[in-house]
């Protein structure tokens, strides 16, 4: 009698476990289906029809040819331009991601040492990265303009030498970095919570110790915010693979020739190729000249690279894709 | 006598020699708040400095604007109001508002519930499927931008502002993973109480979830409105051709050489661009500091 009882309830027990566990699953569904979908469309789709079409020749009215490795070889071996763009975006990844991050903390930590008006400051040095990339570009081209510009006066005024700024091939991009490191404030955000996470008793154990600043930035903070350096570091090197709008806009009001109209080729990059990128060279070709087929080699040899810095985050995430411990 | 003030001014001497030493700390002190405050201002004025600069110029007439003056001779607040005629400012400022704001409305309908199942409930399949977000949120546009244009361009709608905001209603990468974080931090147990009362998963998030989550919810928001607000590759891929449709950005970025070559009007416009970010910046800065603190999680 118990014993046919006791089957009885655990048969039940048992399916409406199963029930719950299916509606349970069926939630999760429901909940997931329009990303589902938008994974499906806009990422995987894509990723294949891009490895696709990079070994075609396509221009959007008839339908793609396959060519091989022609793409590729042409890339390799005859586009000039090409090499220019990965130069230029090259440089970006090596000198404007480590200069916003140097400068980053620098203004975190300064930020930590002041002791009185601290939300004040926080709120300025934040402010200049909320500006619209495009508003910020045009408020620098005018700023360092060799004519008349604010900087050049105050230079001037130095008895300073007066560069030619966004109108010097090789001055164009460092003053890319003079805007990146005004817009820093997004970064110094980032630096500072993470700085006033440290523990304080470490510094404590180490004042006792009479370590010196150096010693105890060096072997104390850099280690406890490591991670989220790590994280900055990252975004960072993506971002500037696809630096895409500040390049255009500041050739095009230093060469005081339209953005948007007609595309004229000969001023890509002004001056002289050194703010074309290979975002900006890959929309150039794709969506200007529609040279589709080539624009996808380009975006396939884009994507090895992002991939590549993508994993090493992502081998660094295990606290962030596992559990609540790693989140902050 | 000797034998008795000698302690005494041993003691004394004890004293002043700590009191001199605290004297000197003090001094240090104080030097250290003076240096690391000088240093605060002077940066501070460097970030400042190009608000005034370019706020200085738009109030120039048009003559002054071609000399190298830094201050106006006379105050020309018309400018701003000139900005509007030369350029269509109303209709990109139209343009740009139904594009952010569909954006973050379809934005928000989409990728909560989809945060929401990556943080709050149990299946198999949950880290692999982060690993996804991930990995779309580092993915350049550019990489899968031929095939994405190309099947806009099927459905006719290059030249529109729709191939920029029907995809927030499949989701955003960046979006579903800042809400993440926020979830993560609610506590399991109010859910897990509503979960026992019989409520269903769709009511409990509805109910008790989002209502707690509101910060990190406006946060995401803000956040998608101004990266619409600001962008400027989108725009500039799908609407180039067709000015009807053009953004702020796409407008600025043109305003110089299609509408005006002086700088007064230009900056004019630039500050009328910067303007309605900061103000809002300035209402819901607590909101802003917070979001930002949860993208850079520790890795």
Known sequence: MTLVVETRSAGVVHSAARGRRRRQRLTVLAFLTPWLLGVTIFFVYPLIDTLYLSFTRFDLLSPPKWVGFSNYVFMATKDPQVRTAAYNTFWLVIVLVPARMVFGLAVATLVTRLKSGLGLFRTVFYLPSLVPPVAGVLAFVFLFNPATGPVNQVLAALGLPEPLWFNDPSLAKPSLVLLGLWGVGDLMIIFLASLLDVPREQYEAASLDGVNPWQRFRFITIPNISPVLMFAAITGVIAALQYFTEAVVAASVASGQATTGGGNSSLLGYPEGSTLTYAQWLYNMGFKNYYLGYASALAVVMFVISLAVTLVLLRRARSLVYGVEGTR | ?299
């Open chain 2, 1 to 299: 006598m000797t034998t008795v003030t000698a302690p005494a001014t041993d003691a004394l001497v004890e004293r002043t020699v700590d009191r001199r030493g605290e004297s000197r700390m003090r001094r240090r002190r104080r030097l250290v708040f003076v240096a690391d405050h000088s240093v605060g201002i002077a940066v501070a004025v460097a970030f400042l400095a190009p608000f005034v600069f370019i706020t200085l110029q738009a109030f120039m007439t048009s003559q002054q604007a071609l000399t190298s003056d830094l201050w106006p001779q006379s105050w020309h607040p018309e400018n701003f109001v000139e900005v509007f005629s030369k350029a269509p400012m109303w209709l990109y400022l139209r343009n740009t508002l139904v594009y952010a704001g569909l954006a973050t409305v379809f934005m928000l309908l989409s990728s909560i519930p989809a945060a929401y199942a990556l943080s709050r409930l149990q299946w198999r399949w949950r880290n692999v499927a982060f690993v996804v977000v991930l990995m779309m949120m580092m993915l350049p546009p550019q990489v899968t931008q031929v095939p994405i244009y190309v099947m806009w361009t099927k459905l006719h709608l290059t030249g529109t502002l729709w191939p920029m905001i029907l995809p927030n209603l499949l989701g955003d990468a960046f979006s579903i993973f800042l809400l993440r974080q926020f979830f993560l931090t609610i506590p399991q147990e109010y859910a897990d109480a509503a979960r026992v009362d019989g409520c269903s998963e769709w009511r409990v998030m509805t109910k008790v979830i989002l209502p707690m989550a509101k910060p990190g919810i406006a946060a995401t928001a803000m956040f998608m409105f101004f990266f619409c607000w600001n962008d400027f590759y989108g725009p500039i891929l799908y609407t180039s051709e067709n000015p009807d449709n053009w953004t702020i950005s796409l407008g600025l970025a043109s305003f110089r050489n299609l509408y005006q070559v002086q700088w007064n009007l230009t900056m004019a416009a630039t500050l009328l661009a910067m303007l309605p970010v900061l103000i809002v910046f300035f209402f819901a800065q607590k909101i802003f500091v917070e979001g930002i603190t949860l993208t850079g999680v520790k890795g």
